[in-house]
Nanobody, 116 residues
Framework: QVQVVESGGGLVQAGGALNLSCVASGNIVSVDNMGWYRQTPGKQRDLVATITSGGYTNYVDSVKGRFTISRDNAKNTVYLQMDSLKPEDTAVYYC????WGRGKYWGQGTQVTVHS
């Protein structure tokens, strides 16, 4: 069994910053990609950023230059540093980890609210 748990969401003023964390634990041998998606009510879950085990990163255009994804492979943990937040960044942020040969595992989500 695998557990994925996010933390670090909250309420912040526009222009502020938040740092999300996500830990994968349980029956894990090797983690491939990890990353973050976000979702607002009535819309699909959209990619925010991903990072490979080797540290290669990918971002959606709307967050480039503002968000930074990183990971600690020894701790099966991925982070998302979010700076210069905008009201349109408001969403539930979901973390995932991709396990070799086993598929994606998702966290329960953490709410990020940015008010103007």
């Amino acid at each position: 069994q695998v557990q994925v748990v996010e933390s670090g969401g909250g309420l912040v003023q526009a222009g502020g910053a938040l740092n999300l964390s996500c830990v994968a634990s349980g029956n894990i041998v090797s983690v491939d990609n990890m990353g973050w998606y976000r979702q607002t009510p009535g819309k699909q879950r959209d990619l925010v950023a991903t990072i490979t085990s080797g540290g290669y990163t990918n971002y959606v255009d709307s967050v480039k230059g503002r968000f930074t994804i990183s990971r600690d492979n020894a701790k099966n943990t991925v982070y998302l540093q979010m700076d210069s937040l905008k009201p349109e960044d408001t969403a539930v942020y979901y973390c995932y980890c991709l396990l070799w040969g086993r598929g994606k595992y998702w966290g329960q989500g953490t709410q990020v609210t940015v008010h103007s």
